[in-house]
């Protein structure tokens, strides 16, 4: 927490003057390099802010193991370097939000990826797990600050199924980092050791602070609840019924996601053989699922709507999971047994999760960072404990990997479907 207390001076260091903001949110005031609404130009900025975090987690997974070997620790304590990473990461979602509705999403923006970049550095100097292991958390305080405030962004812009199609096509775009992150870390594995993934990402934090200082305009506009405290805002949104809808939705289809993170380098490489760069194109292989999955939605959401993309998204991670029981049960032995069924998973989340964080985001326009936050901190809590049993839980066999996948689809699908009145209605309010 005395990060977080330090984050509000850093924030006044990056924050400009209300005239300021709005000049540059309509292009004027000399300002003609900040990116205008509307744009792919923005989009894609948006898109390399969100991807950050995943770039800090997917790039090390071929490490894991020497991470390990060379540091003394266990499977389980290495699990960790992931666990406390989305701990933190809750953590920070919860602050970021309150304080970007506050100061707006520049300053807050700024200051985050500050302190994601001088973090990234200490992991790479860790001398011992238990000093990456508190690293990793101090990285992922910054780099929540990324997709709290990319999809704060987007809120202020956009809505409805506007929204949804804007926040598809940033994850289409930010799906490239599973599938490319692995490759370059395997390699930088393989050539130079585990360091050198952390500096790797260390530079790239500072190509995306360096952007968004040269390129993000301020979006957010006076709001009359604007001195409202943080815990306040963040109870207006819990207590809405069907954001917590959509919420439940983002959060169990994310545990799924994370599970497989968090043990498929343990299952894919010591038990079934792969080296860390063979790792590395499984994973790309299983990514590509879900770069369909958010291109495909970004082109039907304004046609379809939120409702229904999501309800084929539920559909396929229900799917994704009971394949992958099926193929554990059957080919327990079999690398595709776990990527084939990875891959109908990430595409289900790629049509679904968006477009629920579309519909979660929503109803809040004049708390869009507080609700970000919200709902980036359960996803990464249930994420964070739902990693850290699968990591410990690893022996001889993927069944923890599996049973953790199929209890996130099929979670998924049963909220989605079991709520159907609670939207119904909701819709015929208006």
Known sequence: ??????????????????????????????????????????????????????????????SLPSIGAALGASPSAVGLTISFYLVGFAVGQVVYGPLSDRYGRRPVLLAALTIFCVASLACAAAPTIAALIGARALQAAGSSGAIVLARAVVRDLYEGPRAGRELSLMAAIMGLAPIVAPLIGGVLQTAFGWRACFVFIAAAGLVALAAAYWLLPETLRPRAHAAAGMLASLAVVARHRVARTFIGVITASYAGLFAYISGAPFVLQDLLGLSPVGFGLSFAVASVGYISGTSLAARIVTRIGLDRTIAWGVVALAAGGLAMVGATALAPGAVAGIVVPMTIYLFGLGLAMPQALAGALQPFPERAGAASSLIGCLQQAVAASTGALVAHAIGATAWPLTIAIALGGGLSFIIWMATRRVRSAAARRG
């Open 1 to 62: 927490m005395t990060v977080m207390a330090g984050l509000v001076p850093a924030i006044h260091v990056f924050a400009t003057s209300k005239k300021d903001v709005d000049a540059r949110l309509r292009g004027h005031d000399g300002e003609s390099h900040m990116l205008r609404p509307d744009t792919l130009a923005l989009t894609a900025l948006l898109a390399l802010l969100t991807a950050v975090g995943p770039l800090s987690i997917d790039l090390y997974l071929p």
